[in-house]
């Protein structure tokens, strides 16, 4: 009987994203879970990571001017990203060392998550030119047999200029950019424990992309 419930109740959630997910052109063909446990090793300890991928059907974004404006990222900001990247993860989250913030910037940019889309990758810098925010967005195929999208690869912000809506407006700028170059949707993975990229993204209109839920 509760096993019934259970799957009941399942069910209907899973609808309820499944509504959702098949307004997204990215999930039509075959609706694909994209949430995956990954292990991997922090200080030499095991940790299992779920990481659950969200999508938005992208439109033009109301761009309100703004003190901080968002740039294109150029290749000659690489470096000073990386230190950006240092210091957005060593908050406890994921916590690299400045080699493996040099690498994972350096990869990413290099195509680790797909082809890099300049003209909706941005940061942000503040009055001394210091960055810091920034968002990295490429062209990426999710799941087996899913189609290429563009992919949210990297957003952070300094650890001292959270909760100012840099983000957001980082987001939105991509959002706008993307919609402006003809793509239709815009995904990212996320940790499961990032509440803040979660709120974020939720707040943003993206939603779950998921399977049907005897696979979960
Ligand atoms: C996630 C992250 C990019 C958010 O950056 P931010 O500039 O502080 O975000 P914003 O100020 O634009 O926040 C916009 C909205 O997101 C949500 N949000 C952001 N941080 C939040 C938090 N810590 N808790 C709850 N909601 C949060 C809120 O809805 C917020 O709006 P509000 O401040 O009006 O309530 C930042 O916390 C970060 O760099 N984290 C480490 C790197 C990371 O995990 N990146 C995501 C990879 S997918």
Known sequence: MAHHANKASKRKQITDVGSVSAALPLAQKRPTLLCTK?????????????????????????????????????????PRLADLYLH?????????????????????????????????????????GNIIAAIVTTNRVLGDHGSETAFVAELFTHPDHRRKGLAERLLKHAMHALHRAGHRTLAVTVNIDNAAALALYLSRDFRRLTQPAENN
Request: aromatic share 8%; no cysteine; proline share 7%.
């Open 38 to 78: 990954f292990d991997f090793f922090i200080g030499g300890s095991q940790v299992m990571v779920s990481l659950i991928s969200l999508a938005v059907l992208l439109e033009p974004q109301d761009l309100k001017p703004a003190v901080l404006s968002p740039r294109r990222i150029k290749a000659a900001d690489v």
């Open 88 to 128: 957005a993860y060593a908050d406890g989250t994921y916590n690299p060392n400045t080699e493996k913030a040099a690498d994972r910037i350096r990869a990413i940019f290099e195509g680790a998550r797909g082809a890099p889309i300049p003209e909706a990758s941005f940061l942000t810098a503040d009055a001394d």
